[in-house]
Every structure is written in structure tokens, then in C-alpha cells.
């Protein structure tokens, strides 16, 4: 169910974000009510006629120096190769090709990840077409000409994406063990956390933030039930420049929490709620996933009777366009409330995926209604028909009603909190789609 992950890599000013934004165009999800989701064109979902797909861009900071660009280039690579399932490695007609094209496309082909050779600013098809061939020499495939600026080819270069999608998703499908991402800021615990799971020192913890290890799943039984840890820890390859190790975390997070069904966000208790943490949360959030938050750490930090109530307002206020997380204390080290953590997953994975029937459904929508009249306009009156719930992860509902004009956010919360009152679906977000019926 997860949506493929699609990376755009290539040298300084081949064209990347004029392709990316063609691509991303108005689609670019913000979520109007997280704060701090970061403005920056790391990643977007992208809607290409019945796909959808998450296109991340792996350039950040570009070095003037050649030698410099080689090796920034070679991080992109492997951070595509590492998240991706499509790789689309961006080349320049008018640069012609370089030496250091011909390296990167030697890292991609030994990746065997997809890979598709886009060849842009053909600005004009006929003319510059003989040009294109020259890209054949980089043996990865027949190069696609697009002009990202003039908007030519995006379609049949979107086309040849998708022909690797299929493919993932079915076998994404075979493995019904529940995947959980496990995120956070460098040095939370997240690591700490997976060992302790594990109950063996599979995964490498180290003290310094950002330092080389790689993202694992980590497969792990309890109870006799299968989970797949998916740990974001690692950064494949270490940077000096700040931005660039922010750029590959928030890659990194994305990645995996699009592959997950529930994610537990750590955030550290001798720290509290900082602004990656709400970045961080910001991703989880639009992805509509299961989501719980575990304050790490709690064995570190001096307590009384009023500190986890304290940290539980914190965390409300600062987080507060995400009220359905689930809220735990754990401590990695000492292995505090590890059982919990498990229970609450089970019962996240549960919700997140819980269809109530339209019977029900619509009785509860009906003694709302009748508890608090729908909003108004101008002597019109919202009205509310019908109610069902057309899918699951996260489960979302369809409510049909005269006009969309006369919705408000505030009734939209109230009809969803006579839900939440009936059904619980603790853990995971709802959503909510108006249908207008004449
Ligand atoms: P990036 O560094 O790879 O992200 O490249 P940019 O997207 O910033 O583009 C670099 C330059 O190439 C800008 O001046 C763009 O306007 C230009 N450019 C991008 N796409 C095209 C195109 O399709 N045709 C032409 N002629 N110029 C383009
Ligand atoms: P990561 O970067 O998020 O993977 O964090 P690590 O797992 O590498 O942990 C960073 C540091 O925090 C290490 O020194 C850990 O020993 C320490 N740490 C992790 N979890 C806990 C915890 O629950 N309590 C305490 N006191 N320290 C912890």
C-alpha cells in the first residue's frame, strides 16, 4: 500500500528543481496546520493520472569546485540508492555529458536499483534529438529528453518510472508483518531502542550524532509475533555541512516512514519538545500514519508527581495538530515500559486499520447532527446526508452533504470526536472527504 519512493539525482544545475517543481507543480502537501514542516523542496507527493508516488530530491548544498561536486554527487547517489525504489538520474543536453556523469551512472548501474536517464532542456524535440544519443555511452539505458522548463516529455518520462512500480507493491504486499519506523533526532535513543528490542547488540549504537551506520529492518519476535523494525539512525555517509545532514535525515524519515504502519516517534526527556522533533512529527502527520509518541530517556531525567504530567502538556501543546498519538515513557536503557510500547503498537496497527460499518456509522452521524446544529451561512444550513468510511490506513470517511461552501473545520472536528467517542481509533489520524449531493 505504501507509496513508491521516486529520487532525482544529478549534477549542479542540470535542471533539478525546475524538474521538480514541474512535477510537484500545486500538488506539494503541506499540511496547512503543522508547524514546522519544513518549506524546503525536500520531497512532495506527486499525482501522475491513477499514481501516486513521494519524489524527494537529493540535492542539497551544490559545491562550485569540480572535485567537490564529484563527491557531493556520489553522496546523492547513495542516499537515492539507499531510499529509492526509482532513481531518476537528471543529465544537461546542453553541458553534453561529464566525467563525473559517467561515475555516478556507474555507481547506479552496480546498484541494480531502477534507473531512468533523463535527458533535459531538449527544448526542441527535432532539433536536438541527435544530441540525446550521445547519453547511450553512459550504459544505463535509453535516455528520456524532457524539457523540465517547457514542460515537454514529463508524461512519457513519468511513464517509465511507473513501469517499475507495480512490481514493488506486490511484493511489499507478501510481507503482512508490522512495519514500524522508528524515528527521531540523532542521538534520542532510536538505535538504543532497536538493540533493546532486539535484546542483542545487532545494531551499532554510538555516541556522536550522525555518524556512519546504516538503516536496517530489523526483524524481531515477541510473543510470538513477527515485527520489522525500521531504524533511521543511520546516515550512510558522514557531512560537514550542516543543511546536507538535515537534508539526508528528513530523507531518510520520509523513506521510512512511508514504509511503515505505525511510527513511534522518540523524543528525548532531558530535552523536550524541540523544533526537529516537530519536523520530524510534521512527516508522520501528513502521511497519515499510526502514530505514537514515546518520550525517551525518562530514566535520565529527575521526576515527581508532576512530571509526566508536566511533559504530557508539553508535548499536547507543541504537537498539538496530532492529538491522536499515543503517549509513552520509556527508556530505552533500563528497557522501561518496552512491553507497553509493544501493546500500544498492536493496538495502533489495529485502529489504523479498522473499518466501522455504515449502519452505525450514520447513526452516529445523525445524533450528532440532532446535539448541535451544522453550521450556517447566510440563512443556509449545512447538511449532512450520509456518512461512510471508503478506506483504512488511515481510515477515512465520506461525507456526502448539499454544499462544500458551508463546511467548517470546527464541525468537521466535532463530527470526528463523535467518532472517536464510539470507536476509540486511538493512535491513528482520520480523515474526512465532503461529497456534495443535490
Ligand atoms: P539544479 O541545480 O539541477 O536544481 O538546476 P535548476 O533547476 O536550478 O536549473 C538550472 C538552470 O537551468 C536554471 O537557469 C534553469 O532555468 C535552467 N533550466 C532548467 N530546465 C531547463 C530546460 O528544460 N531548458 C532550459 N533551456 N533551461 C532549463
Ligand atoms: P540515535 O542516534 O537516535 O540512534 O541514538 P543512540 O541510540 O545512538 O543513543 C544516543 C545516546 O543516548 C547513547 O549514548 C545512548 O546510550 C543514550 N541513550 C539512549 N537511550 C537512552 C535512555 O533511555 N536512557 C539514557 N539515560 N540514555 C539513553
Request: proline fraction near 4%.
Amino acid at each position: 500500500m505504501s507509496r513508491p519512493i521516486v529520487a532525482i539525482v544529478g549534477r549542479p544545475n542540470v535542471g533539478k528543481s525546475t524538474l521538480f517543481n514541474a512535477l510537484a507543480g500545486q500538488q506539494i502537501s503541506i499540511v496547512k496546520d503543522t508547524p514546522g514542516v519544513t518549506r524546503d523542496r525536500i520531497y512532495a507527493d506527486v499525482t501522475w493520472l491513477d499514481m501516486q508516488f513521494t519524489l524527494i530530491d537529493t540535492g542539497g548544498i551544490e559545491p562550485e569546485s569540480s572535485d567537490l561536486i564529484l563527491s557531493s554527487m556520489r553522496q546523492q547517489a547513495q542516499m537515492a540508492i539507499d531510499t529509492a525504489d526509482v532513481i531518476m538520474f537528471i543529465t544537461d543536453v546542453r553541458q553534453g555529458l561529464v566525467d563525473a556523469d559517467f561515475k555516478v551512472a556507474d555507481m547506479l548501474r552496480r546498484s541494480h536499483k531502477p534507473v531512468i536517464l533523463v535527458v533535459n532542456k531538449v527544448d526542441n524535440f527535432e532539433k536536438l534529438m541527435p544530441d540525446v544519443y550521445e547519453f547511450y555511452n553512459l550504459g544505463i539505458g535509453d535516455p528520456v529528453p524532457v524539457s523540465a522548463a517547457s514542460r515537454l516529455g514529463l508524461g512519457d518520462m513519468l511513464d517509465e518510472v511507473a513501469k517499475y512500480f507495480s512490481k514493488d507493491n506486490t511484493q511489499e504486499e507478501e510481507d503482512d508483518r508490522p512495519k514500524i519506523a522508528v524515528v527521531g533526532k540523532p542521538n534520542v535513543g532510536k538505535s538504543s531502542l532497536v538493540n533493546k528490542l532486539v535484546g542483542e547488540d545487532r545494531v551499532i549504537v554510538s555516541n556522536i550524532a550522525g555518524t556512519t551506520r546504516d538503516a536496517i529492518d530489523t526483524p524481531v519476535k515477541y510473543h510470538g509475533k513477527e515485527y520489522v523494525f525500521i531504524d533511521t539512525a543511520g546516515l550512510r555517509r558522514k557531512s560537514k555541512i550542516k543543511e546536507d545532514l538535515e537534508r539526508y535525515s528528513i530523507i531518510r524519515t520520509v523513506a521510512a516512514v512511508e514504509r511503515a504502519d505505525v511510527v513511534v516517534l522518540l523524543i528525548d526527556a532531558t530535552e523536550g519538545v524541540t523544533e526537529q522533533d516537530s519536523k520530524i512529527a510534521g512527516i508522520a502527520h501528513e502521511r497519515g500514519k499510526g502514530m505514537i509518541i514515546a518520550v525517551n530517556k525518562w530514566d535520565a531525567i529527575p521526576k515527581n508527581d508532576k512530571t509526566i504530567y508536566k511533559f504530557t502538556d508539553e508535548i499536547r501543546e507543541k504537537l498539538a495538530f496530532m492529538p491522536y498519538a499515543e503517549l509513552l515513557f520509556i527508556s530505552a536503557l533500563t528497557g522501561q515500559r518496552l512491553n507497553r510500547l509493544y501493546e500500544t503498537i498492536d493496538a495502533v496497527i489495529e485502529n489504523h486499520a479498522m473499518r466501522v460499518g455504515t449502519g452505525v456509522l450514520n447513526e452516529i452521524l445523525s445524533e450528532a447532527v440532532a446535539m448541535k446544529q451544522p453550521p450556517s451561512d447566510k440563512g443556509k444550513r449545512l447538511r449532512l446526508y450520509y456518512i461512510t468510511q471508503v478506506s483504512v490506513k488511515p481510515p477515512t470517511f465520506v461525507i456526502f452533504i448539499n454544499s462544500k461552501e458551508l463546511t467548517h473545520f470546527s464541525y468537521t472536528r466535532y463530527i470526528e470526536n463523535k467518532i472517536r467517542e464510539a470507536f476509540g481509533f486511538k493512535g491513528t489520524p482520520l480523515r474526512f472527504i465532503y461529497r456534495e449531493r443535490k
